[in-house]
């Protein structure tokens, strides 16, 4: 099942980014006193009891002017409203009140989007009760005052947000349909793809709106079975700022791809592999879902016997970072190879839910440590009792050891390698965790 979206909204200094960074536990976006400044990670998961999400800092406000401010609330909030379950509306207890909050609180509430209101920089509630009180005209519920510096009143915070998360067993009876999430760069051709897809097979079981997001979820069938495509491509607003338009691209494709089992990535192959294309991979990466990288557009690339290789070469490189990924070469234009991507999700999808048996994976795992000794430190060598594979999308092992500690990154990516050599596992991700194991000798 899919993480829920919290999207954190709100005007410039009202401690957005703060908030985020308390949530996530690290300083991922840039907190300065001058409004806007949020510009790196967007993104973070959170856990808060047995619930996880994903986070998102919408950010994105500039302080020009009252009425730009106001624009891009309007903006930031319909951003929020297209792509998360829950919304964070984010207001000062020391300013008050403004034209802007209850602007933006009109559009909330007739998203029926559900909203938990955040009243910041609330130091003492019983000196700032009536500050908070204020809040009330807004017309979207409870305020909720919290200090996000101080990481006060957080809980209270979060668990308001919680409540409104569907129960654990919703998405269920939906498993069953894989999901595939169609991401990249605005203009590499997803729709066209999709499209293409749809014409081909001329079989739409449904047309669903998405129920959370402005994505459009298709149900097609092919060959007996059903693929859901959640198409993230009709970018409905043209934004003048570049920065704007790939912070929407990417707060998308975090939505998309969290609600998907394989990420198909559109790379345009007139452009070649850019840095915004391994930024939408690394989404996918980072959440373990099934990748496959599909170059468009080849029927546009003047070919030789050595161009296919020299392009994936260079995928391969700028992408290091996930080298499992199945690569294509299509075109949406013509249909060039398009109809083999429904093999390729099919195999990555057979790949993210393979189960090992515990006794092949320590056949394996001895021969490997024989192969190459375990790392030592300081006259201590690293002893791993035994492996087993705890979940699947994506596979995951857990390694018994008697000090973690001692495990070595690179000796991991050595235990990584062997079982790929032994099971394959293309197109997904593995993760291999390692957990100490008390009361053996060591």
């Given at each position: ?105 009109d559009l909330l509430r007739r998203s029926k989007r559900p909203v938990v ?326």
């Amino acid at each position: 099942m899919s993480k829920p979206i919290v999207a954190v909204i709100g005007r410039p200094n009202v401690g957005k980014s703060t908030l985020f960074n308390a949530l996530a536990g690290e300083r991922i976006s840039i907190v300065k006193d001058t409004p806007g400044v949020t510009r790196d990670r967007i993104y973070a998961d959170v856990t808060w009891l047995d619930r996880s999400f994903t986070m998102i800092d919408t950010g994105g406000i500039e302080p020009d002017s009252s009425d730009i401010i106001l624009s891009q609330m309007r903006e930031q909030a319909m951003i929020a409203v297209e792509t998360s379950d829950v919304i964070i509306f984010m207001t000062d207890a020391r300013t008050g009140m403004v034209d802007a909050d209850l602007q933006v609180a009109d559009l909330l509430r007739r998203s029926k989007r559900p909203v938990v209101l955040a009243v910041n920089k609330v130091d003492s509630f019983k000196r700032q009760e009536m500050d908070v009180y204020e809040f009330y005209n807004l017309g979207i519920g409870d305020p909720y005052p919290i200090s996000a510096e101080g990481k006060q009143g957080i809980g209270e915070l979060l668990d308001a947000v919680i409540a409104h998360f569907p129960e654990k067993s919703a998405d269920e009876d939906q498993n069953e349909i894989p999901r595939i999430a169609i991401v990249g760069k605005p203009n590499v051709g997803k729709s066209s793809i999709i499209n293409k897809l749809l014409g081909e097979e001329r079989v739409i079981v449904s047309d669903i709106a998405g129920t959370t997001r402005d994505a459009i979820d298709t149900t097609v069938k092919h060959n007996k079975r059903e693929y859901t495509f959640i198409d993230t491509a009709g970018l409905r607003r043209k934004s003048k700022v570049k920065e704007d338009l790939e912070r929407y691209s990417i707060i998308r494709t975090v939505a998309a791809v969290e609600r998907s089992d394989v990420a198909v990535v559109v790379i345009d192959a007139t452009e070649g592999v850019t840095e915004q294309d391994a930024k939408i991979t690394g989404i996918a990466h980072d959440r373990g879902k099934g990748l496959i990288i599909a170059v468009n557009k080849w029927d546009a690339i003047e070919k030789d016997t050595k161009t296919t290789k020299k392009f994936e070469e260079d995928i391969r490189q700028i992408l290091s970072f996930c080298p499992y990924a199945e690569i294509m070469f299509i075109s949406a234009k013509t249909g060039q190879r398009l109809i083999k991507l429904y093999d390729m999700i099919d195999m990555v999808l057979e790949n993210q839910n393979m189960r090992i048996a515990t006794g092949v994976l320590n056949e394996l795992l001895t021969e490997a440590v024989a192969m190459q000794q375990p790392p030592s430190d300081k006259g201590k060598r690293l002893r791993i009792y035994y492996m087993t594979q705890v979940a699947v999308g994506p596979p995951t092992f857990v390694l018994f050891v008697n000090d973690k500690e001692l495990m070595h990154f690179s000796y991991l990516r050595y235990l990584e390698n062997q079982i790929r050599d032994a099971f394959g596992f293309r197109g997904t991700a593995l993760r291999l965790l390692t957990r100490e194991r008390k009361g053996k000798d060591q």
